[in-house]
């Protein structure tokens, strides 16, 4: 299969911190990753679409400012949420795609204090 | 862009039983239609998927049905048991992938 892996799993910072958050494939080369956004008991809401080697595409409503996403190879994209705030407090998944399907990550649930 | 519902939002079924749940989308460039289940905290896993050239793919117990034309597709579990309890998502995809907004399936013991 397809393993994606996500790092951290867990994080908590203060207000006004930046973290960053890693996505790997592990066993496949990923020219596209996801980055999803879901808050409880709701669906995931795509934030952008991460392309190795050039710029990521933001859906709308999206601050690109705001998560600061880098794909620089192959096989890892990360997302850094900076200045974060209590608001911005949410479970983040990463997926990569291989053919027609993704594979996702664990997710990563950050707390900002 | 794309927009996909899903209905119903929560299904409550007795074991045994099955269970519909039923999606829409809006932009007829979509070809492909995964199915996920997710637990609590954990990232989606995916169930069945179908592929716009074709009309219906079963897999045990689990169905998907597509018609391309009226732009919807359901999923279909027959026999459901307490471990199928989860919340299901319907995604729609031409080169991103765009969620339902999720079904929280209870089946009763």
């Known amino acids: 299969g397809a393993v994606v892996s996500q790092h951290p799993s867990r994080v908590i910072c203060k207000s006004g911190t930046s973290v960053k958050i890693e996505c790997r494939s592990l066993?496949?080369?990923?020219?596209?990753m996801f980055w999803y956004r879901q808050f409880p008991k709701k669906s995931l809401m795509l934030m952008a679409t991460?392309?190795?080697?050039?710029?990521?595409?933001?859906e709308q409503g999206v601050e690109k400012d705001k998560f600061l996403i880098n794909h620089a190879s192959l096989t890892l994209s990360t997302l850094t949420v900076t200045s974060a705030h209590p608001e911005d407090s949410s479970f983040y998944i990463c997926?990569?795609?291989?053919?027609?399907?993704?594979?996702f990550g664990p997710g990563t649930r950050l707390t900002v204090l | 862009g794309e927009n996909v519902e899903q209905h119903p939002s929560t299904l409550s079924v007795q074991e045994g039983d099955s269970a519909v749940i039923k999606c829409t989308y809006s932009?007829?460039?979509?070809?492909?239609f995964p199915w996920y289940k997710q637990e609590l905290g954990k990232r989606p896993q995916l169930i069945i998927d179908i592929r716009s050239n074709v009309g219906e793919k079963k897999d045990q117990r689990i169905a998907v049905t597509l018609n391309k034309t009226a732009k919807h597709f359901s999923l279909h579990i027959t026999e459901t048991q307490p471990e199928d309890s989860a919340v299901y998502f319907c995604?729609?995809?031409?080169?991103?992938?765009?969620f339902g907004s999720g079904t929280k399936l209870n089946v009763k013991p």
């Open positions: 997926s990569a795609r291989r053919s027609y399907e993704q594979f």
């Open positions: 995604a729609a995809s031409y080169d991103k992938f765009y």
């Open positions: 932009d007829s460039a979509s070809n492909y």
């Open positions: 066993d496949f080369q990923a020219t596209t």
């Open positions: 991460s392309n190795e080697g050039s710029k990521a595409t933001y």
